[in-house]
T-cell receptor, first 112, second 114 residues
Framework: QQQVKQSPQSLIVQKGGISIINCAYE??????FPWYQQFPGKGPALLIA?????SEKKEGRFTISFNKSAKQFSLHIMDSQPGDSATYFCAASPSGNTPLVFGKGTRLSVIA | DTGVSQNPRHKITKRGQNVTFRCDPISEHNRLYWYRQTLGQGPEFLTYFQNEAQLEKSRLLSDRFSAERPKGSFSTLEIQRTEQGDSAMYLC????????????FGQGTRLTVV
């Protein structure tokens, strides 16, 4: 049973455009929602994370939007750059220091 | 480099052999996690430790898998009698025990069972 569903599986965005990746979760005990970026051959690296007491969090070009009632959250990458081309994973856990449940990932390609 | 270190980076083994991977976490981190990632999938949780205590094991962790963290510092993950289905990237992460702290991942050990 997949507890975190991520879409789309792949995404192609023009340079300067907005990349949007969506995730939905089932477990209402989840209260920590990070996004990780992974380049080929590397481990995942934390981009940005949110807790359900806020509906939006922005760090530079990256924004998480969170909808607690719909049990959905999304990552927006503004002004997407070719260097953003990577696989992005959403994740969730009951708290920030317990094992994460990951989505299946979205492969983002930013083309010039 | 003071990040999470995993060794070896790559391992090719014959089916039926035993393999052991090592993870050195960030020095002040008392939580250590093992995940497995197959091609095109997100990491899947295997087990985790707080200091030397193993707190939880996933049902993905069959009897052929064992993990230790003997002195609360580095950890090892051993797979006995490897099978082709064990081929994957094995990721280690570490964090502080405080709620809301970030988990930092290592670069992983890629296992290929032939």
């Amino acid at each position: 049973q997949q507890q975190v569903k991520q879409s789309p599986q792949s995404l192609i965005v023009q340079k300067g455009g907005i990349s949007i990746i969506n995730c939905a979760y089932e477990n209402t005990a989840f209260d920590y929602f990070p996004w990780y970026q992974q380049f080929p051959g590397k481990g995942p690296a934390l981009l940005i994370a949110i807790r359900p007491d806020v509906s939006e969090k922005k760090e530079g070009r990256f924004t998480i939007s969170f909808n607690k009632s719909a049990k959905q959250f999304s990552l927006h990458i503004m002004d997407s750059q070719p260097g953003d081309s990577a696989t992005y994973f959403c994740a969730a856990s009951p708290s920030g220091n317990t094992p994460l449940v990951f989505g299946k990932g979205t492969r983002l390609s930013v083309i010039a | 480099d003071t990040g999470v270190s995993q060794n070896p980076r790559h391992k090719i083994t014959k089916r039926g052999q035993n393999v052991t991977f090592r993870c050195d976490p960030i020095s002040e981190h008392n939580r250590l996690y093992w995940y497995r990632q197959t091609l095109g999938q997100g990491p899947e949780f295997l087990t985790y430790f707080q200091n030397e205590a193993q707190l939880e094991k996933s049902r993905l962790l069959s009897d052929r898998f064992s993990a230790e963290r003997p002195k609360g510092s580095f950890s090892t993950l051993e797979i006995q009698r490897t099978e082709q289905g064990d081929s994957a990237m094995y990721l280690c992460a570490s964090s502080l025990a405080n709620v809301g702290t970030e988990a930092f991942f290592g670069q992983g050990t890629r296992l290929t069972v032939v």
